[in-house]
């Protein structure tokens, strides 16, 4: 699924379409960019290949997730 997203021009990291091979690194922001929202993620760190007991709380941090409207809701809306 990451590669067809980074191929259809939805991740960005810091601004930027990510090719799917782009390693992200702490301080990145990446934003996924989804049919029906746009979510950004701070990169806090990333997990050791040897470190077993990790949690995702401590690689990334949700800065915003925004739900968009689409056409078909904003003309249901109109017609009420």
């Not at 259809?8 to 934003?31: F, I, M, S, Y």
């Not at 949690?55 to 009420?80: A, F, G, I, M």
Request: hydrophobic share 35%; charged share 35%.
């Amino acid at each position: 699924m990451a590669r067809e997203m980074c191929d259809k021009g939805r991740v960005l990291v810091n601004g930027h379409e990510a090719k799917p091979a782009k390693e992200v690194k702490q301080g990145d922001v990446v934003t996924l960019r989804f049919s029906s929202r746009i979510i950004e993620i701070d990169i806090l760190g990333l997990p050791a290949a040897s470190s077993k007991k990790t949690h995702p709380e401590e690689w990334y941090r949700v800065k915003s997730d925004t739900r968009l409207r689409r056409e078909k809701d904003l003309w249901n809306e109109n017609l009420s």
